[in-house]
């Protein structure tokens, strides 16, 4: 197991921090998106696509590369940050997102977008998806791992426990979920719209192993993403506990910050609290 | 009767064509016994999943197969597929285009025993508003046989939808299918009357009990609902200027919704439809009564044709029938 050094674990802070001013600035130049829910997945992704996902820009439909499907798919200006900083498309089109003929769309689509392997946007499908594609591996004898991205609002959707079940039957263990854990869906906090406690002891029921990490520390997210790679009978779940708007004081555990846009004036609080000088 | 079930001819096929082609997978929601994918999980227990009683999770998990590059075959309920898992099947077959194949059991009123919870009346209506979607309903146990390995070396979403009845046999070997190709199955020039699936061998009969009053009736199947057999059906327009659609399920939004708006965009012509008028089936002992009391029988195509020619002959309005 290879742990990350300090100086990687700083690299990895650092394009965190990143993606959430980019997303950020998406979200602000277009006046729509879903702010929250895209920076409290910020080390989340910055773990997965810039340390750990086997995958190669110059090779889009590599065969053994690794997939990521993001199941919540309204934090897509995040995913649309780490694809095109990992180099599937350029930066410049993030100034497009939403016009007519721009390959954004408002939520993945994998028909138009580079590096998006699955369309989302409604939510509950990541995890049945996502076993399937782990099944397709098995038979096709690939090695590549198969990451689905959830909320904790989109747990309460019956088709994640039917994937569960499915993913479990099967012993997908090349199938690894992270539960971005923020407490915050659209309405209000999740404990209170619809509980979803106790959440491990749901996925352990369901036969997955269940793994916790602080969704902010890159350490501790790369070393469950690590340990998940030890567990060969079943799949895996990595609970991250994260803050819905984390970094942006005013959107933090906000649910008014799950799907609406930054005045210029918030957005320049906002980064020059990301320590983005404007 | 020495008919093979639509479903039987489905199973079987399937099971055949797996060993033809090793990337075919086989998914079922706890109903291979009566889909009868039970033979193809037989033969290819790796290759075959159950999902359980779960069609939204069926069709998803198809969906990962496919964009893992195997040819999954769901198969499942009709009315389950096409409602229960619509939302799936939108978003993650249609929108996001991946090559599934749903095939769609016990269609139409052919779960007679288990009554209006279990059948299938509006799914052709809502798999035809479905962008990308190909819909295909065999009329016989051959020709569903042949749509096997059509529907799996399509590249691209396919609704199969599939008897859980005998039809009676209209095609011999011979038979070719192509996707979106009509089949003339008898010609004519007074009267058309188009026929899909379980209607197609009734509405040969009709043709024949119109033959005997002197009415020259035209057949066409139409086996793919979408794309629509345009051409075809212009031309028997133009040609015969009297129309009946024939099928076994409602007649708002599948043959008849098709005919219709392929007519009334291209050539505007009278048009009676045979089908179930907007209600839901009732439970009964055989399919073949329970098609005739929903008036599906033979006499009722019958009737249906020399209505249109009325029509075409009068230019009588029909301001009474309801949907």
């Keep these: 197991m290879a742990s990350l050094t300090e100086s990687r674990i700083l690299e990895l802070e650092q394009i965190g921090r990143q993606l959430r001013i980019d997303s950020l600035k998406m979200i602000h130049r277009r006046k729509a998106g879903h702010p929250g829910g895209c920076l409290s997945l910020a080390e989340i992704m910055a773990v997965l696509y810039f340390s750990k996902l086997r995958i190669d820009p110059e090779r889009p439909g590599w065969p053994e590369r690794d997939r990521l499907i993001l199941s919540k798919g309204h934090a897509a200006a995040i995913l649309y940050a780490a694809l095109a900083r990992r180099g599937f498309f350029p930066a410049e089109d993030w100034n497009r997102w939403g016009e007519l003929d721009c390959h954004l769309q408002g939520h993945p689509d994998r028909l138009k977008t580079p590096g998006v392997e699955m369309t989302t946007g409604l939510l509950g499908h990541g995890v049945a998806i996502g076993a399937g594609l782990a099944l397709a591996g098995r038979l096709k004898g690939l090695n590549y791992r198969v990451f689905v991205v959830l909320g904790d609002g989109e747990c309460q959707a019956g088709i994640v426990w039917e994937g569960a079940m499915t993913a479990s039957k099967y012993h997908l263990a090349n199938l690894v979920a992270i539960l971005d854990y923020n407490d915050v869906q659209l309405d209000g906090p999740v404990h209170e719209i619809m509980p979803m406690e106790p959440i491990a002891s749901k996925w352990l029921a369901f036969n997955w192993a269940v793994l916790e990490a602080d969704g902010h520390n890159i350490r501790q997210i790369h070393e469950a993403l690590e340990a998940a790679e030890n567990i060969h009978d079943r799949p895996t779940i990595i609970v991250a506990r994260t803050t819905k708007g984390k970094g942006v004081s005013f959107m933090e555990n906000e649910a008014y910050w799950h799907g609406v846009a930054p005045n210029d004036a918030q957005f320049n609080q906002a980064l020059a609290e990301l320590g983005e000088v404007v | 009767m020495g008919v093979m079930s639509i479903r039987e001819a489905y199973g079987r096929a399937l099971a055949a064509y797996g060993a033809e082609n090793p990337e075919v997978v086989v998914l079922d929601a706890d109903t291979s016994f009566s889909t009868l994918s039970h033979f193809f999980a037989e033969a290819f227990p790796d290759r075959f999943f159950n999902v359980g009683i779960a069609e939204p999770c069926l069709v998803d998990v198809a969906v990962g197969l496919a964009l893992g590059g195997k040819i999954p075959f769901a198969n499942a309920f009709a009315a389950l597929i096409s409602l229960r898992a619509a939302e799936q099947v939108r978003t993650s077959v249609c929108y996001a285009r991946t090559n599934v194949k749903l095939a769609a059991g016990y269609a139409g009123l052919s779960d007679f025993k288990d009554g209006p919870s279990h059948n299938a009346i509006m799914d052709l209506a809502v798999m035809r508003a479905m962008p990308e979607m190909i819909v295909i309903v065999p009329a016989d146990a051959v020709e569903t046989s042949k749509w096997v390995k059509v529907v799996a070396e399509y590249d691209g979403p396919v609704y199969l939808r599939l008897s859980r009845a005998a039809a009676p046999q209209v095609h011999d070997e011979s038979l070719k299918v192509e996707i979106g190709k009509g089949l003339t199955l008898r010609p004519g020039d007074d009267v058309c009357l188009i026929a899909t699936g379980s209607m197609v061998g ?62 009334a965009e291209a050539f505007p012509t009278h048009l009676e439809r045979v089908g179930l008028r907007d209600t839901f089936g009732r439970t009964g002992l055989d399919p073949e009564t329970l098609m005739d009391f929903y008036g599906l029988g033979v006499e009722d195509i019958i009737r249906a044709g020399r209505r249109a020619l009325e029509r075409k002959t009068t230019g009588n309005v029909d301001r009474v029938r309801r949907a």
Excluded: F, M, N, Y
């Design chain 2, 202 to 263: 009734r509405t040969v009969k009709a043709a024949e009990g119109l033959a005997r009053e002197g009415i020259d009736a035209r057949v066409l199947e139409i086996h793919t609902l979408k794309p629509l057999d345009r051409e075809l059906i212009i031309q028997a327009a133009e040609e015969t200027g009297a129309l009946v659609t024939a099928e076994e399920h409602s007649v708002i939004g599948g043959l008849a919704g098709a005919v219709s708006e392929a007519l």
